[in-house]
């Protein structure tokens, strides 16, 4: 059992990272290039990646739940008690992710919609694509927070177990 879980573990980890770095170096990038904004046209590649966003968002969410969960069934299966320094970084991505997805990105698809709306007033549109950018700033700097910090809980599931800690150590008598 203790196996299943290392596994489940492992690659709850592994998705979790890749997932965060391929949004963003690779897709989240995509929709502001050159061909892209020729294709859609510049509002609406922003529209398309606020959808992508919102996914983003909810994988973050979901990785952090079945991170915290495999916390819980490891220390009721094995007893060992909570590795702190753990829990409060799996707490606080969690965190990072309800507030992305719940706050942030609702904010950013509001000021997103003021910048190109047609019937709003070029100070309207000034304002909006200013808060815009500092939200946008925000998010990207605890996207990193969040890259960094899963790759130190994708570090702790990949270490090995100290196995001489569960097991009873036997004496050879001659």
Known sequence: ????????AIVNA???????VFFTFAAGPAFFT????????????????QLVVHRYFIMQQWCAAIAIAHLIA???????PFHRLILILLMG??????????VLQPRMHELHLRK????TSPEVKQSASRSFAILH???????????????????HVTKP??????TSVNRFTV
């Open 137 to 155: 700033g925000t998010a990207q700097m605890l996207n990193l927070l969040v890259i960094g910090g899963v790759l130190v809980y994708l570090w």
């Open 74 to 80: 490891e220390w009721l299966y094995t007893g060992r």
């Open 1 to 8: 059992m203790l196996g299943f879980l290392r596994i489940i």
């Open 93 to 102: 991505l969690f965190v990072i992710g309800i507030l992305g997805g719940y």
């Open 34 to 49: 050159d061909e892209m904004i020729g294709l859609l046209g510049k509002p609406h590649a922003g529209a398309a990646a």
């Open 14 to 20: 592994a998705a979790w990272f890749g997932s965060i």
């Open 116 to 119: 190109y709306a047609v019937q």
């Open 161 to 166: 177990v100290n196995a001489a800690r569960f």
